[in-house]
Nanobody, 129 residues
Framework: QVQLTESGGGAVQTGGSLRVSCALTGDSVSSLSMAWFRQAPGKERESIAAISSSGRDTNYASSVYHRFTISRDNAANMLYLQMNNLRPEDTAMYYC??????????????????????WGQGTQVTVSS
């Protein structure tokens, strides 16, 4: 059974930076594609960044492109999201998720939440103006 545990959220001012982390436990976690989703109050959960199992390929939502960087360390079973130049609209609960679906299919299906079988409990990020 795969388990995901996020950490590193917190409060920061506009323009600041944070790094959130996701620890993975279970069998064959390095073979899973991974992603970060977020959900702001009153809004639907959205995908913001994804990474292939090897870490060679990444995908970003336009809202975070050039500000956020997704990475993974398969030796340590960790997933990261480096967030720079944060804005108040980045305030949300951030979730990591893992998928057994192939990377190409995930992209074709535009990172459907239903394609991700494993989810963390979330970590809150709050950006004040």
């Amino acid at each position: 059974q795969v388990q995901l545990t996020e950490s590193g959220g917190g409060a920061v001012q506009t323009g600041g930076s944070l790094r959130v982390s996701c620890a993975l436990t279970g069998d064959s976690v390095s073979s899973l594609s991974m992603a970060w989703f977020r959900q702001a109050p009153g809004k639907e959960r959205e995908s913001i960044a994804a990474i292939s199992s090897s870490g060679r390929d990444t995908n970003y939502a336009s809202s975070v492109y050039h500000r956020f960087t997704i990475s993974r360390d398969n030796a340590a079973n960790m997933l990261y999201l480096q967030m720079n130049n944060l804005r108040p609209e980045d305030t949300a609960m951030y979730y990591c998720a893992a998928s057994t679906v192939s990377w190409g299919t995930l992209l074709l299906r535009r990172l459907l939440q239903s394609d991700f079988q494993y989810w963390g409990q979330g970590t809150q990020v709050t950006v004040s103006s």
